[in-house]
């Protein structure tokens, strides 16, 4: 297939792109300074040149807090967008896949969030990024993850790394769950859902929920450090505070991927070791 893979300068994009590479498909990877996504002729002209089988959306506006007090530049970005996106694809033929995220949901419930329940969005990028859902159309395929770590870009991994070499605090929340996801787990089922050209919502994480002071504990130990050098915290002490409302649970079950037969990915502490050692190497 030929593969149209925007926002391929971000760390799901740019592995989203390798994937599809590695499988032998024809990629075009396009990052902002290529197209710009928010501008429908620019979008219409890119996806008519390119003519691709597979227009996979992996940017977006993920500046959460930013988002607060930009919300014309969210909602351009991660709805807008997508607008000019679905048009592009259903006029060239191509199948849409979407990606979205677990702020779409309150965080409120106690229970894992599968594909059936009600978004409920707190804050302006969860807002946006279900607008985003809603423009992709039914006939797209829309993935939603959460806590995404990779090889490229800034991310949790990355972040706890430098504390720990730095020999700083590490003060990581207690009270937010998720379930941490690695970006080539991620790509690796979205190309699968993009071949058979599957349409409507999947939830797709590495299986496991943590906390995120859990999680830094997992990062240490798997660097080889202690991890007890980790201290829990309340999302309420945070200093400054943060401008946005965080999901209390962003735990996402896999539901539909079960449903289809589909394998789902590993537990989050298989690739978790491996990117570890490659961000140390």
Avoid at 16 to 28: I, L, M, P, R, T
Avoid at 114 to 119: K, L, R, T, V
Avoid at 168 to 193: K, M
Avoid at 232 to 245: G, M, N, S, Y
Wanted: aromatic share 6%.
């Amino acid at each position: 297939m030929r593969v149209l893979v925007t926002g391929a300068a971000g760390q799901l994009g740019c592995d989203v792109a390798a994937q599809f590479a590695a499988s032998g498909h024809e990629v075009v990877a396009a990052s902002r300074s290529v197209v710009d996504i928010s501008r429908r002729e620019p979008v219409l002209g890119v996806v008519g040149s390119v003519r691709p089988d597979v227009l996979v959306n992996c940017a977006a506006y993920t500046a959460v807090d930013a988002c607060e007090t930009d919300a014309e530049r969210a909602y351009e970005v991660n709805a807008w967008a997508v607008r000019h996106l679905a048009e592009a694809a259903r006029r060239f033929d191509a199948h849409l896949c979407h990606v979205s995220t677990d702020y779409v949901f309150s965080g409120d419930k106690a229970e894992p969030y599968h594909e059936w329940d009600q978004p409920d969005p707190r804050s302006v990028y969860g807002a946006s990024k279900l607008a985003g859902e809603q423009e992709a159309g039914s006939a797209a395929t829309v993935v939603r993850t959460s806590w995404l770590c990779g090889r490229q870009g800034s991310n949790v991994v990355a972040t706890v790394l430098r504390l720990a070499a730095e020999g700083g605090p590490l003060r990581f929340v207690s009270d937010q769950r998720g379930s941490p996801s690695f970006t080539s787990d991620v790509a690796a089922v979205i190309e699968r859902l993009c071949v058979d050209r599957s349409p409507g919502l999947y939830h797709v994480t590495n299986q496991g929920d943590v906390s995120w002071y859990e999680f830094a504990q997992e990062i240490m130990a798997a660097a080889g450090h202690d991890p007890d050098r980790v201290a829990p915290i309340k999302t309420a002490e945070l200093d400054p505070p943060r401008a946005a409302p965080r999901p209390a649970n962003s735990v996402l079950e896999n539901r539909a991927l079960g449903l289809a037969g589909l394998d789902l990915p590993t537990d989050f502490r298989e690739p978790l070791g491996r990117l570890v050692a490659e961000l140390l190497n």
